[in-house]
């Protein structure tokens, strides 16, 4: 998998603490499912404390949401995690 680039079918994580890429100028999600929405919910980590950016959000079949403001995190000390729902999904995620 390329730096920043992401095609998954369930939950995991974008950015592992100490990796150095906490400087974010946006997130690209899209649902690359043809009949079924998604719902995801993408957040910071940090050990037992999930801090949400978002959460619960259900993106319907063919389209994307688009995160750019605000998203630069201390890698040091957290983790960038996305949790994946749906019947069958399949996520396209990319990060600049």
Same mark, same amino acid.
């Given at each position: 998998?390329?730096?920043?680039?992401?095609?998954?079918?369930?939950?995991? @994580?974008?950015? *592992?603490?100490?990796?150095?890429?906490?400087?974010?100028?946006?997130?690209?999600?899209?649902?690359?499912?043809?009949?079924? *929405?998604?719902?995801?919910?993408?957040?910071?980590?940090?050990?037992?404390?999930? @801090?949400?950016?978002? *959460?619960?959000?259900?993106?319907?079949?063919?389209?994307?949401?688009?995160?750019?403001?605000?998203?630069?995190?201390?890698?040091?000390?957290?983790?960038?995690?996305?949790?994946?729902?749906? @019947?069958?999904?399949?996520?396209?995620?990319?990060?600049?």
């Amino acid at each position: 998998m390329a730096y920043g680039l992401y095609q998954l079918t369930s939950s995991a @994580t974008l950015i *592992e603490k100490g990796s150095g890429r906490g400087v974010i100028k946006s997130i690209t999600i899209s649902n690359g499912n043809s009949s079924n *929405e998604v719902t995801i919910g993408l957040y910071y980590n940090e050990g037992t404390t999930k @801090t949400y950016i978002i *959460e619960n959000c259900y993106i319907p079949v063919g389209a994307s949401l688009i995160l750019d403001k605000d998203l630069s995190f201390d890698n040091t000390i957290l983790d960038l995690k996305i949790d994946i729902s749906g @019947t069958s999904p399949d996520v396209s995620i990319i990060i600049k």
